[in-house]
Antibody, heavy 124, light 109 residues
Framework: EVQLLESGGGLVQPGGSLRLSCVAS????????LSWVRQAPGKGLEWVST????????NYADSVKGRFTISRDNSKNTLYLQVNSLRAEDTAVYYC?????????????????WGKGTTVTVSS | DIVLTQSPATLSLSPGERATLSCRAS??????LAWYQQKPGQAPRLLIY???NRATGIPARFSGSGSGTDFTLTISSLEPEDFAVYYC???????????FGQGTRLEIK
């Protein structure tokens, strides 16, 4: 069974940092681009970042560029999101999601498997 | 950046009725559009990709249509489990970007 399991969320003060992780199983990890998508309380979905299967290419939403860093360790089947300089508006559930189609160096940006999410709360 | 506008914001229907949800893009996205369903406390679920292709395991009562700027998700006969929030999503490869619509809440009348 294809699964994604996020961890690393928590309560952090404004300006603080966290590292979110997403462990994958059930598919050939390095063949698929992976994304982080977040959802603020009671709000809609917001794309955050995507990394190619090889890890050689990354993309970010303007709202997080320069503060968040996506990375992956294909030997550990794990996706990461380093979140720095956190703001109240970064409070959200952060989901990791897998691309629909296998392509080591390309993004399809359609997400067919999602984790259950990890909650980040930024508050003093 | 491309903006996706979904309508209506809320749709109230009864089981067995037909649901028609709309998604309009601020500029052409060709057929690069997906639909997701999200139930309370759950992650989104991919229903439709490339405007009209059903994802694996999605019932045939869900169908998507459209291209360019106007897209529709149709649920032919609503089942009780279909009442949820639905999001459209566009993808672009240059610049690489993903945008979601604001969602349509499908509620039981």
């Amino acid at each position: 069974e294809v699964q994604l399991l996020e961890s690393g969320g928590g309560l952090v003060q404004p300006g603080g940092s966290l590292r979110l992780s997403c462990v994958a199983s059930g598919f050939t990890f390095s063949n698929y681009a992976l994304s982080w998508v977040r959802q603020a309380p009671g709000k809609g979905l917001e794309w955050v970042s995507t990394i190619s299967g090889s890890g050689g290419s990354t993309n970010y939403a303007d709202s997080v560029k320069g503060r968040f860093t996506i990375s992956r360790d294909n030997s550990k089947n794990t996706l990461y999101l380093q979140v720095n300089s956190l703001r109240a508006e970064d409070t959200a559930v952060y989901y990791c999601a897998k691309d629909l189609i296998a392509a080591a160096n390309y993004y399809y940006f359609y997400m067919d498997v999602w984790g259950k999410g990890t909650t980040v709360t930024v508050s003093s | 950046d491309i903006v996706l506008t979904q309508s209506p914001a809320t749709l109230s229907l009864s089981p067995g009725e037909r649901a028609t949800l709309s998604c309009r893009a601020s500029q052409s996205v060709s057929s690069y559009l997906a639909w997701y369903q999200q139930k309370p406390g759950q992650a989104p679920r991919l229903l439709i990709y490339d405007a009209s292709n059903r994802a694996t395991g999605i019932p045939a009562r869900f169908s998507g249509s459209g291209s360019g700027t106007d897209f529709t998700l149709t649920i032919s006969s609503l089942e009780p489990e279909d009442f949820a929030v639905y999001y459209c999503q566009q993808r672009s490869n240059w610049p690489p970007r993903v945008t979601f619509g604001q969602g349509t809440r499908l509620e039981i009348k």
